[in-house]
């Protein structure tokens, strides 16, 4: 699995990005509220900000193929994990990356993996405003 961020070391830049883009998720899912670190969390599930991110070359390819500008756009990559209640809210569920996209007119969630293998669907979604 990949690294995930930690609190120290931190910019206060960095934090607000990280608070940005994870009031994207909290926003989607009932209850969830974002911490000093990023990380996404509520009932039983917790989004965690990635260090070590996937490069997004293809999507930002495809991105301009469709009449966008990459660097308009803000991206964040997340781990999914959650916890079943009846077994001692122990981590028992772990999902496919997320990525977070937000930008100009466009604010989405989608599964990294499925970007990474399709980037000009991703693009042609943002560009439409599909999200």
Known sequence: MAN??????????RQLFLQEMGEVVASGFLGFSVDSDGTIGGGFGKWVPLEDQEPLDSLFKAMRLAGLDPARYKFQQ?????????HGAKVDLQFPSQLVIKGPGYTGLHQLDLVLRSPFVCAVEIAEGIG
């Not at 781990?79 to 209640?85: E, G, S």
């Open 4 to 13: 995930t961020q930690t609190t120290q070391g931190l910019s206060p830049e």
């Open 78 to 86: 997340y781990a999914v994990t959650a916890a079943n209640p009846y």
